[in-house]
């Protein structure tokens, strides 16, 4: 009995869904890759990891935000100054539809 999960139509219809236009040695050469994957992953399935915490990310994260203050840097007519185009109280952009 073979290993392969995926068989060389497989690869060629998915290849097609995705527009794809795929040679058959390129076909070959990616159904071999994908089943060492699925292989790899099905390794990964055996692991029994019932007393493994559950996690959303292996590095600890501690973001340093600073204090939320309402700041007046700018003036209205500073930051209309900038724009392409405004008609003096707002950015004037192109209509789309």
Not at 2 to 14: G, H, I, M, P
């Amino acid at each position: 009995m073979s290993d392969e999960k995926l068989n060389l139509e497989e690869v060629a219809r998915v290849a097609r869904l995705a527009r794809l236009d795929l040679s058959e040695e390129k076909t070959e050469l990616f159904a071999g890759q994908l089943n060492n994957i699925l292989t790899y992953m099905d390794k990964l399935n055996e692991i029994d990891t019932s007393e493994v915490e559950p996690m959303f990310s292996p590095v600890e994260h501690t973001t340093r935000l600073r204090k939320d203050e309402v700041k007046k840097e700018h003036t209205r007519e500073e930051v209309l100054s900038n724009a392409p185009d405004s008609d003096g109280k707002y950015f004037v952009v192109p209509r789309i539809v």
